[in-house]
Every structure is written in C-alpha cells, then in structure tokens.
C-alpha cells in the first residue's frame, strides 16, 4: 500500500497492560487480513499501559510499516482508546478489537461477510463467554440497560470485536459530547444492524481491566450519557411516594380519631422515612450526576492526550 492511499480495513486495538499478548496478537492478526487480499492498516491504542506493552508495540511498528501506534500519557479508558484510535483510522470499515485474544482475530473475516449490503454495523456476540461470574453480571446488566436507552435489542453489548462502515464511524468521532459508550453510539447511529456469533476464550494473561468500580462507572455513564430516563423516573416515583406519604398520614388521622393514637408505631415511621431520606439522596445524586456531566461538557476538556504517535 502507498501512502496516502486508503486502506480498505482499519482495525483499532485497544491496549492497557497486554504487554504478553501483543506479540501473538500481531502475528494472527496480520496473518487473518492478509488472507482477506485487502488493503488494511492496524491501529493499536495504548492506553497509559505501564507494563512494558509500549515498547512492544514500537518493536512491532518497526518490523511490520502497517501497524500504527498511538500512545496516551496516561490511562482514559477503552472506549476513550478506541475512539482515539477511529479519530485516525482512514478504513472504509473499522473492526475494533480487544488485544488480550479472547476475541480471536480469525472471527473477523466472519464480521466482514455479515457486514453486507444495507448493513451498518456487525456486532460480535460471545457465545459461551469464558468470564468469572461477576463480569458477566455486570455485563448483562449492562445489556439491558443499553437495549432499553437505546431502543435497539442487542444479545451483547459489551462485546467489543465489531466491524463499522464509514459513515457510523464519522457520526461516532463527531460525537464530541463525554459519553463514550461506542457500542451505544453506534447502535444510535446505525441503520441496520447484524449480530454474529463469535468465539469466546479464556483470558490468558492477567485479569480482566474492569474492575468493580470501572463497570459501574461505565452504568452511570449509560444511564446519565444516553437519556433522560433515571431523572424522569425519579421524578415519578416522587410522585408516587408523595401520594404513599398522603394516604398514610390520612390512614394515621382516621386511626386516631377511631382507635385512638399511636405509640408503638414510631419505629415504623422511621423506617418510612428512612426510606423517603433514602430516596431524596438517590434523587440528589442523579441530579449531581447530570449537573457533573453538564459541566465536563462546558469545560470542554479533551477526552484524552496523545503523548506520541508512530505512522
Ligand atoms: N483496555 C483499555 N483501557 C482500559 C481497560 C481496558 O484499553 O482502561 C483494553 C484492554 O487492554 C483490552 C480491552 O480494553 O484490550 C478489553 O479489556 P478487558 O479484556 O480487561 O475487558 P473484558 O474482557 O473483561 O471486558
Ligand atoms: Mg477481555
């Protein structure tokens, strides 16, 4: 390929402390497109990795000229990778790719064939997702979350081998507001959309990066970024608590005035008000979360630094 011309293929790799995997990674990859006989670019995305995955991927870009390296200077986050990564991905189709393989590259030919005339967007969909429990908790948590603010069901979310046309790649990159669930964007923006089902593995290296408060992180963001649902049910249920409260205190009237007052009951009306008090807080940082994001979005920081480039 020359330079300056366009690859047909762009695969983005997000990269936090996959120092082990990188190698093999490569080699499969590189062998998985160019049986494909099509122009491509692989773009890896290290996000802050201290692990010694940066220099691994300087060997790469020096023994094969198709890989590019972007590097942060510190830790943003996977999606916040492989939008960096999209930002200069010039395929016609972007695949995006997690780098610790338990996504094998091998299942990307499969995405390209789904990805058909009319068809936006190919999600992958892990079949027998080789993850401990909790990681699967939250992802179907996740899910749910996602088909419902979105409006388009999807069996999985979270899985990030996926394959995008041009134009969703666009519309996702000029989505300069801080909500960065890309699977989410995408499925916003896309027209029609396919699932294939694809392998699974186990992780070889390491654990996984999500750890418990990254995931609810990443809920909050869902629920906050994509709708104004969780603040108009809270207003809701408001509602619907007043009126509780107002028949309760009416109840209690009409008690007094027939059986007499209440006494014993005071541990019980604690008890409701905890559960108002608990209520009003819940209220309170919903509004916090939205009043927080209205803020990033004026401060109108960057979503991330670059502190190098390899192309
Ligand atoms: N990742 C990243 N930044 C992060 C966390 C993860 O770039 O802050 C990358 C990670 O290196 C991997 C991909 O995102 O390539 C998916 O991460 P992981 O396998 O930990 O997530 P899981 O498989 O549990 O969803
Ligand atoms: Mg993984």
């Not at 200077?73 to 999209?86: K, P, W």
């Not at 979105?150 to 507001?177: K, S, T």
Request: with cysteine; glycine share 8%; proline share 5%.
């Amino acid at each position: 390929m020359s330079d300056g011309a366009r690859p047909a293929l762009s695969v983005v790799v997000p990269v936090f402390n996959e120092a082990r995997s990188l190698a093999d990674l490569h080699h499969r990859l590189a062998l998985t497109l160019k049986e494909l006989g099509r122009p491509y670019e692989i773009i890896f995305v290290d996000d802050g990795s201290r692990d010694g995955s940066a220099d691994a991927l300087r060997a790469l870009r020096a023994q094969d000229t198709l890989v590019k390296v972007i590097r942060f200077n510190r830790n943003y986050g996977q999606h916040a990778a492989v939008l960096a990564g999209m930002e200069r991905a010039k395929g016609e189709i972007v695949v995006t790719l997690d780098a610790d393989l338990q996504n094998p590259p091998e299942e990307i030919p499969r995405l390209l064939a789904a990805l058909t005339d009319g068809v936006d967007v190919v999600a992958g969909w892990r079949v027998n997702r080789r993850d401990p429990w909790p990681r699967r908790a939250a992802s179907w948590l996740v899910n749910r979350l996602t088909s419902a603010i979105v409006g388009v069901h999807l069996r999985d979310y979270g899985c990030m081998l996926r394959a995008y046309r041009r134009p969703v790649v666009d519309q996702i990159v000029a989505c300069q507001g801080v909500s960065q669930f890309i699977p989410a964007l995408a499925a916003s923006f896309a027209t029609s959309m396919a699932e294939v089902p694809v392998i699974h593995m186990k992780r070889e290296h390491g654990r996984s990066r999500y750890g418990f408060f990254r995931l609810l992180r990443l809920n909050f963001d869902l629920l906050t970024g994509f709708s104004l649902l969780p603040i108009q049910v809270v207003s809701l249920v408001g509602i619907a608590v007043s009126v509780l409260g107002l028949g309760f205190a009416l109840f209690l009237g009409l008690r007094r005035l027939l059986v007499g007052p209440e006494v014993e009951g005071v541990f019980t009306l604690f008890a409701i008000l905890f559960f108002f008090v608990g209520l009003q807080i819940l209220a309170l940082g919903l509004i916090g979360e939205y009043v927080g994001r209205i803020y990033q979005e004026v401060r109108r920081r960057p979503r991330y630094m670059i502190s190098e480039v390899l192309e």
